[in-house]
């Protein structure tokens, strides 16, 4: 499960029995912009829990006090829609009872891979979900490439099944699939006009399509929306601009 809007504050919890390796995680997430509980043993967790609502769980899955597994089940028992990461020295497979994590991450851990995590399972406070919606640098790259020019103009203005209204309608068919392929569709187009906002929505939307958490797709249904309507707006009102001249 991921959350499903955006908010002011998003709390992880942390849960390691070595001080070092919760000071490493804790500093990154915190550079993420997130509020870090840590814990170091089962008791710890349960007490957190009881107190505070998490936006997401980091695990170690070896601890001097409890195992990770119990942790887990403690976590989704109390907290069942929190996405759960499994912090490991071993490979994904030696993990025993691997159904109760969403993910997991190989120590020592690497920003870059704990920045991918948190794209997918709690994109709202990453970066790269308030990026300017458009680059003027890439519009003028794009509209130099004639051959890539035509293909986007065409699939984004003129498409009948790319346009915000034959969207809408996939999202009527609440079927996780169809706004799946109508999504995909159009992603490679946002990477070729460096959209990272869309990028980034779109991604996060591919995610929960896959997981089939139509409630959450809801919630993303209307910025998604908002944002490409702005974009195939600014491209036309860009191209009109350029022809102009």
């Known amino acids: 499960m991921t959350s499903k809007q955006p908010k002011d504050q998003y709390i992880a919890l942390l849960v390691a029995d070595n001080m070092i390796n919760r000071r490493l995680i804790g500093k990154l997430l915190q550079r993420m912009g997130l509020d870090v509980i840590d814990a170091n043993h089962r008791e710890a967790v349960q007490q957190a829990l009881q107190n505070t609502i998490i936006d997401i769980a980091f695990v170690d899955d070896v ?12 976590i989704h028992a109390l907290q069942s829609s929190v996405p759960i990461i499994a912090m490991t020295t071993e490979t994904k497979r ?15 851990i690497q920003e870059s ?17 308030h ?11 794009f509209y130099l490439d004639t051959k890539l020019r035509k293909e986007i103009v ?6 009948p099944l790319a346009t915000t209204q ?62 490409y309507q702005v974009l195939r707006d600014t491209l036309q009102s860009y191209l009109r601009t350029k022809l102009s001249r």
Request: negative net charge; contains cysteine; hydrophobic residues 45%.
């Open 63 to 74: 601890l001097g006090r409890g195992n990770g597994n119990d942790i887990a089940t403690d």
């Open 94 to 108: 030696q993990i025993p009872e691997l159904e109760l994590f969403a993910a997991v991450l190989t120590k020592p």
């Open 166 to 227: 034959s969207i809408e309608d996939a999202f009527e068919t609440k079927h996780a699939d169809i706004i799946y392929d109508k999504v995909h569709y159009l992603k490679a187009s946002f990477n070729y006009l460096q959209s990272k906002r869309l990028v980034a929505i779109v991604q996060h939307m591919l995610h929960l399509c896959r997981a089939n958490e139509m409630d959450a797709l809801w919630y993303l249904k209307d910025e998604f929306l908002a944002n």
């Open 131 to 141: 990026e300017n919606l458009f680059n003027e640098d890439a519009f003028e790259s």
């Open 154 to 159: 065409e699939l984004l203005l003129t498409d």
């Open 113 to 129: 891979e704990l920045s991918a995590i948190m794209m997918e399972y709690l994109p709202f406070c990453m970066p790269e979900f």
